[in-house]
């Protein structure tokens, strides 16, 4: 039933919402707005809806379930690909949050990574290398292979662990074995020896390290500085009914992540999340994180990260186009995506900044003016004032994607499995 | 042909395996927490696994699916079609439906509106249940009511009764609301 929005006048076409999220830290834009009450400033009334995988946000958001969700932000893109899933037509207009996951692996495995090479501690690249001299040995003493956890097939946490892995030539279709585990049975996997290490989103390699179950050995900031972590996704039927409540969820969320963002709020911020209807784990597992506390090793001073979760400066919610070409570009490296598509096209059909740009600048935010940028050419040491705009975007092997040049980088990517010559007979835009 | 069920709960499943086994469907009920899905799914080959909405095993269904293309997966249409049953079956069973890629849509949707059938027979059954309780409630509140003023006050039945609603009619309230007033305060006012 259509219904006015008293404060500002407008037209919402829906009222009563239903959003999805999975209990990881960065659930957090959707339990601020709801608990700062920017939902209910646009004049929605909405129920947070704890799902227990992917799976089922996909299709309850497919279904028409749920209004909206929290989604991993590789989700949208393989799902209009039918990549590991049903083909559901997904959006996403805003992105909820950078970086926030981490690798972590089992005190046998780390003390062993240890022992190739100590720098294992702190570098994650002489960790995955230390890793391809195990992975080595063992296949020479024929031990099983070893195993690694992620929560989603087409994840970001799955393009992470396996870039790490790639970094130092250990193919992780052949090398090892990657298994799907759901986030709150990852710790425990990890316990009973299922599996040796996890890719896996906070506050979950915190609880790891605290209970000295395993070490942290690399983080999404180190593997691609402010990659883009988790979006906020509706089906495009829905967008196209519902688009002036569809602009009242985003205003009310990028509020959320605005006041996420300041420092002194993220100590209340760990309290809300950390609650029995949300994450409902201790409020210091949740908080170190939050905090820009980076826990790799148990009974070591956490490193400081300002950086480890980002929820809005560096034009974080920002649905930039070639973040999506990011992940297209993975699917065809693993051979998860074989068709030859028109990337430019797909991206710019699921990812959708003039719908960002419209939210932004109702509440007075000014927006990037263009949809893609270079990524991996910016190194925090080289950004010499702390810019709120753009922030450093390195990527772990040094590569640099140019604006169009996607198909230049995957073709320079190790173990692909892309069909190269056939992706540039459909892609047939300008390179860089 | 094989049926798997994941994390579905006895209730629910046992119903289940009635209807379908009469229609010659091996059904395998898994309920376990701890089990390693990828084990049952490689040994059991199902056709159709029928899996709590909500279970968090479904991302490793999926998984499963991606790295078999034998393996069932999620079905959230019917041939090209949407299909109203499918977000049913979700929405009101909370069951998610995945089937191998040569079942036909056909026997997918008699399967799934057998199971919604069923499911709103005992919600229907249900909904009447609790229409009913209020109704139930109000005669044991009155009996329990007629039963003090009897030990009480040493009266019969009929005479309680006759009690209860003279003051009823003094008051304009209903019965049941003396009745409950006088077993909460021990008073008829």
């Not at chain 1, 379930?65 to 996403?92: N, T």
């Amino acid at each position: 039933m259509p219904t006015i929005n008293n404060k500002n006048g407008i037209r919402l076409e829906k009222t009563d919402i239903s959003l999805g999220f999975i209990p990881l830290t960065d659930c957090a834009p959707l339990v601020i707005a709801l608990e700062k009450g920017y939902f209910r400033n646009e004049g929605l009334n909405v129920t947070l809806s704890r799902e227990a995988s992917w799976a089922g946000i996909r299709d309850k958001v497919g279904l028409g379930i749920l209004d909206g969700a929290q989604m991993l932000a590789s989700i949208p893109v393989a799902s209009r690909l039918g990549v590991g899933g049903p083909r559901i037509d997904m959006i996403s207009a805003m992105v909820l949050d950078l970086n926030g996951n981490a690798i972590t692996v089992n005190n046998d495995l780390y003390d062993h990574l240890f022992s190739v090479d100590p720098r294992s501690e702190f570098s994650p690249l002489i960790a995955a290398q230390a890793l391809q001299c195990v992975v080595e040995e063992n296949k020479r003493a024929k031990r099983p292979k070893l195993r690694f956890g992620v929560v989603y097939p087409c994840s970001t946490q799955s393009y992470e662990l396996r870039y790490w892995l790639a970094s130092a030539g250990i193919d992780p279709d052949r090398d090892i074995e990657i298994v799907v585990i759901p986030p709150s049975k990852m710790v425990t996997a990890m316990t009973d020896g299922d599996i040796h290490g996890f890719c896996v989103g906070e506050p979950w390699n915190t609880l790891a390290v605290q209970q000295q179950l395993g070490h942290v050995v690399a983080t999404k900031y180190q593997l691609w500085n402010n990659s883009p972590e988790k979006v906020f996704a509706v089906s495009e039927s829905w967008s196209n009914e519902n688009p002036a409540t569809h602009q009242a969820i985003l205003r009310a969320l990028i509020k959320a992540c605005i006041w996420l963002d300041k420092k002194e709020n993220r100590k209340t911020a760990a309290k809300m999340i950390s609650q029995a209807p949300y994450i409902a784990l201790p409020e210091e597992t949740v908080a170190l994180s939050l905090m820009g506390l980076s826990l790799k090793h148990f009974g070591q001073m956490p490193e400081k990260v300002d950086d480890f979760h980002v929820f809005h400066r560096y034009s974080a919610n920002f649905p930039w186009l070639n973040h999506a070409e990011w992940f297209i570009s993975q699917m065809y490296r693993w051979g998860q995506l074989t068709t030859p598509i028109n990337i430019e096209e797909t991206v710019a059909a699921v990812y959708k900044p003039s719908l960002f740009r419209i939210a932004a600048e109702a509440v007075g935010l000014e927006s990037p003016s263009i949809d893609r940028k270079t990524e991996g050419n910016l190194h925090e040491k080289n950004l010499l004032m702390k810019s709120l705009q753009i922030g450093p975007n390195q990527f772990l092997d040094g590569q640099v994607i140019s604006v169009g040049g996607i198909i230049k980088y995957l073709e320079q990517q190790s173990l692909s499995k892309a069909d190269i010559p056939a992706l540039r007979l459909i892609n047939v835009q300008k390179e860089a | 042909m094989k049926v798997l069920l994941i994390d579905i709960d006895d209730s629910r499943a046992n119903k289940i395996d009635s209807i379908l086994a009469s229609a010659g469907i091996e059904l395998i009920n898994f309920n376990n927490q701890h089990a390693d899905i990828y084990q049952i799914v490689g040994e059991m080959h199902p056709e159709i696994i029928l899996v709590d909405t909500n279970s968090s095993n479904r991302d490793t269904l999926e998984h499963l699916a991606q790295l078999n293309k034998e393996y069932p997966r999620t079905v959230i249409k019917l041939g090209n079609n949407r299909s109203e049953s499918i977000n049913r079956l979700a929405a009101d069973a909370g069951i998610s439906i995945y089937a191998i890629d040569n079942m036909p849509p056909r026997l997918l949707q008699s399967l799934i509106d057998i199971t919604l059938s069923f499911f709103h027979s005992i919600d229907r059954l249900r909904a009447e249940v609790l229409a009913l309780k209020p109704e139930i409630d109000a005669r044991q509140i009155l009996n329990n009511a007629k039963k003090f003023i009897v030990e009480t006050y040493g009266l019969t039945d009929e005479q309680a009764t006759d009690l209860l609603n003279k003051n009823a009619n003094r008051q304009g309230r209903a019965i049941t609301d003396v009745a409950r007033q006088l077993m909460e305060t021990g008073s008829f006012v």
